[in-house]
């Protein structure tokens, strides 16, 4: 009987600990102690690593001195991005799953330390320093936890075989010997062959580890299927229509394309160019390795299914949210449909479909824009160029008219506002939906269909004389029009005529808010959430000098990871590591000086500078750069909404201030000119979306510190005095 309470309660404890993705989704976050690569001097690690080097006797230890310095840094830069997640549900899976792989050899498992990353990106990799990263991209895509088994034993064998520094070495080797004056066709052909030879001995070497454990073997080939269609979403479901249709809306089959297009096959693809084998070589090599194995009563599963499937469906809801990040509304709105048929009652999910409409109709009105520097470039790409059943989707967007989109859209949202009246998001965008059909200059008068009465040979009774009624009375007696003629046969076959019909009539919230005909609202007048676009952008005058531009008076800021860069061209490693993480940690003690000295409240906020203690930090930082992201995705004054967090709000009042600096400096030299020496500082309303303070300035010379101080002081003074 003890047995059987102490196992109910274990039981009861770990369901307690997981999401219940049946009704909402929290993104996913780092928890605990921060291990020692978050919080460690990486100066002080490099140094301890090429004094062991020197112990050693090796004719390749100047290359591999700066492989140290290089890959340490680099592996600090990811860590310490925000996008790492440590100790959180699906890192923690992931290890259990390397404790099956490595149960054998516990020397080599103590060596490794596996993440998580925050990237939609279908990949996986790992350093010689025994860094193995799984993106969540990858692990959303993957269709069983064998699959996955087999993926994290290709990456340990890439450590194990030491593939990492002896790549970087060879390729070193080889760029000083000026590839013996061979083209750059042939120099590139040259290292795709070398990495292919690398990757074609970790399938290997890998498999080799895979088959000591239990696991399926043939998953080991299908795995990569999953490699070879992770261009397609995780799981290709047809995208229908009545997703979005209602009693009274009925979308035209016009928009959609009676056939989609079939998968190509690209997997015999030419791989000259390529770091990796074609996925047609990679399953040939691991079938041969399988047909002379016993299979027999070996599983897809030793951990979990159960957990394995809970995790995949983690990795699948924030997905959802990178691609938010990304600003690729349509992937967003594609993955967040195919899991709101396994959770139709999640909230999360009717949020992300949401935003995803309202950013695709303030795409297509030309509010949203993409540049050569953004993700998606051009902007959505043609349905003609998509694949399978999420070309349905891409053609409903190119082919409905921009003011039906936003019509689909707003009874979208606004019938999720009335699904979850508490959550704030959905209410403002709903609103903004209400601004741009403003913007359209339509009213309800454009939702009521001319009717006539049964048995009459007229077509219609007019309704002019509703049209003529001054709007604040056309509202209401429209409204008890649509009441009194519910029998009325209907003439008019415009198909979104009656797709408020049931709002109009039963919500006083709708009815109020639609705009009246004639309405000259504009979305600029908006004071909804902070995350909802204004859509006019502040004039600029020639007369401004827009390097030293403040708008309003600043007090305080959170201060987010000042940068200090030294690059030369003219010399072979390019950066300058070490002498940068120097500048920078004297920087950052010069601008919280001058901040002190103007009594200028500054909290900064910087992954480099936390205690192990401090995941928190670490938390609100990524939630901050995040925001970053999807921010500097798009042109500088675009006010595009940031539609990837919601946690903006907590931020503002755990810190006191909606106002965050980003501070650096960049001293360059070039290969051929004079030493330039770049300064930035920027602050940003996070509340408002806006920037309130600018100040480039480009100085011809050295970085020096009073040159630097100079600028701090004058970034700051500024703030405290605004023009």
């Known amino acids: 009987m003890i047995k059987y309470f102490l196992l109910i309660v274990l039981f009861s404890g770990t369901s307690f600990a997981q999401q219940n993705l049946k009704e909402n989704f929290e993104p996913l976050k780092s928890s605990g102690t921060l291990s020692d690569i978050f919080t460690q001097n990486i100066r002080n690690v490099i140094k301890d690593e090429i004094a062991e080097l020197d112990k050693q006797e090796d004719k390749d230890k100047l290359i591999k001195k700066t492989y140290l310095t290089e890959t340490n840094y680099e592996i600090e830069k990811i860590v310490k991005s925000g996008n790492t997640l440590i100790n959180d549900e699906i890192t923690n899976y992931l290890n259990k799953v390397v404790d099956v792989v490595l ?5 080599l498992r103590n060596e490794l330390h596996v993440y998580t990353l925050k990237s939609p990106v279908v990949n996986a990799y790992s350093y010689d320093k025994g860094y193995v990263f799984i ?12 699959q996955l088994a087999y993926i994290l034993s290709h990456e340990i064998s890439h450590y194990i075989k030491k593939h990492h520094i002896n790549g970087y070495v060879d390729t070193k080797k080889k760029e000083r010997n000026g590839y013996d004056r061979k083209s750059k066709t042939d120099i ?32 080991a080939e299908k795995s990569f299927d999953v490699l070879q269609y992770a261009h397609l979403p995780f799981e290709l479901v047809e995208f229908k229509k009545s997703f979005f249709e209602t009693e009274n809306y009925i979308i035209p089959n016009r928009y959609f394309l009676k056939e989609v297009s079939s998968i190509r096959n690209n997997s015999n693809e030419d791989d000259t160019k390529h770091t990796h084998p074609n996925t047609a070589k990679r399953k040939v090599s691991i079938a041969e390795l399988i047909r002379n194995r016993d299979n027999s009563k070996r599983v897809n599963y030793i951990v979990s299914k159960e957990e394995f499937e809970y995790i995949r469906d983690l990795a699948r809801m924030e997905l959802c ?46 509010i949203i824009q993409y540049n050569s520097d953004s993700y998606l470039e051009g902007g959505f790409p043609s349905y003609s160029d998509i ?3 999420p070309q349905q989707l891409y053609c409903l967007i190119n082919r409905m008219p921009k003011n039906e989109w936003a019509i689909m859209s707003l009874n979208y949202v606004f019938r999720a506002h ?11 965008y709903s609103d903004s939906l209400f601004k741009l059909m403003g913007q359209t200059n339509w009213g309800i008068p454009d939702f009521v269909r001319v009717k006539k009465k049964p048995g009459t040979e007229k077509d219609s009774v007019a309704i002019d004389s509703l049209k003529s009624i001054d709007d604040e009375k056309s509202k209401t007696d429209l409204i008890a029009n649509l009441q009194q003629e519910n029998n009325f046969k209907l003439t008019d076959t415009v198909y979104y005529k009656e797709i408020y019909t049931d709002l109009f009539i039963n919500d006083p919230e709708f009815a109020s808010k639609f705009p009246a005909p004639n309405s000259t ?64 940690e004297e920087f950052i003690v010069t601008v919280n000086e001058y901040a002190k000295r103007f009594k200028f409240a500054m909290v900064t906020l910087d992954p480099g500078l936390l205690t192990s203690a401090e995941v928190d930090k670490m938390n609100d930082y990524s939630v901050i750069n995040d925001w970053f992201v999807e921010k500097l995705d798009a042109d500088e004054e675009d006010k595009s909404p940031i539609l990837n967090t919601d946690e903006i709000d907590e931020i503002i009042e755990k810190y006191g201030t909606q106002y965050v600096m980003r501070i650096g400096v960049v001293n360059y030299i070039p290969e051929n000119g004079s030493r330039m020496t770049y300064y930035y500082s920027y602050v940003y309303d996070i509340k408002n979306n806006d920037i309130v303070h600018k100040r480039n300035v480009t100085y011809k010379g050295k970085d020096n510190a009073n040159y630097v101080s100079t600028k701090v002081y004058e970034t700051l003074y500024e703030l405290k005095h605004p023009k």
């Open 321 to 366: 949210r990178l691609y938010l990040k990304r600003r690729d509304y349509p992937n967003a709105l594609y993955a967040a449909y195919i899991l709101s048929h396994k959770y139709p009652q999640n909230q999360y999910l009717t949020e992300v479909i949401s935003k995803s409409l309202y950013a695709i109709t303030l795409y297509q009105k030309g």
């Open 418 to 428: 009335q699904k979850y009246p508490a959550n704030k998001k959905l209410g403002a």
């Open 135 to 146: 993106n969540i991209g990858l692990i959303a895509q993957a269709e069983t936890e064998a």
């Open 188 to 219: 590139l052909i040259e290292k795709c062959q070398y990495s292919k030879e690398k990757e074609s001995e970790a399938d290997v070497e890998g498999f080799k580890l895979f088959e000591q454990t239990n696991y399926n073997l043939k998953q």
């Open 103 to 107: 149960k054998n050899n516990q020397t």
């Open 521 to 584: 609202t504009s979305a600029s007048n908006t004071d909804f959430s902070n995350y909802i676009l204004k859509s006019h952008r502040d004039s600029d005058d020639s007369e401004i000098d827009e390097s030293k531009k403040t708008k309003v008076k600043v007090d305080k800021v959170l201060l987010l990871e000042p940068l200090y860069l030294k690059v030369d061209d003219k010399h072979h490693e390019g950066y300058k590591y070490t002498e940068s993480d120097e500048k920078q």
């Open 387 to 389: 694949e399978s059943y």
